[in-house]
């Protein structure tokens, strides 16, 4: 079982920063993509970026040069640095990858709980 795990969520005021963690335990032969997505109640997952298993990374517009997603392979983590956060970006942000439990086994895609995030003044 592939187990995901979200951390370092909490509160900030605007224009502050925070660094997201989302450590990959379990069993599994090989991550491929990871992402960062975010909820908020009522409306649907909004896609943050994604970084691939070689370290290459994609962005939403809404977050293109506030937020950097990185990954630790050695340590099968992934992080996303927030930075000038905006009472906008107040959610439950999660993370996703997409991993092969075995070196037969077809890719499958893994969420974790979210962790909340919440931006005021």
């Known amino acids: 079982q592939v187990q995901l795990m979200e951390s370092g969520g909490g509160l900030a005021q605007p224009g502050g920063s925070l660094r997201l963690s989302c450590a990959v335990s379990g069993l599994f032969f090989s991550l491929e993509d990871m992402g960062w997505y975010r909820q908020t109640p009522g409306q649907q997952r909004e896609f943050l970026g994604n970084i691939t298993s070689r370290g290459n990374t994609n962005y939403a517009e809404s977050v293109k040069g506030r937020f950097t997603i990185s990954r630790d392979n050695a340590k099968n983590t992934m992080y996303l640095q927030m930075n000038v956060l905006k009472p906008e970006d107040t959610a439950v942000y999660l993370c996703?990858?997409?991993?092969?439990?075995?070196?037969?086994?077809?890719?499958?895609?893994?969420w974790g709980p979210g962790t909340q995030v919440t931006v005021y003044s």
């Open positions: 996703n990858a997409a991993a092969k439990r075995t070196i037969l086994s077809a890719v499958k895609s893994y």
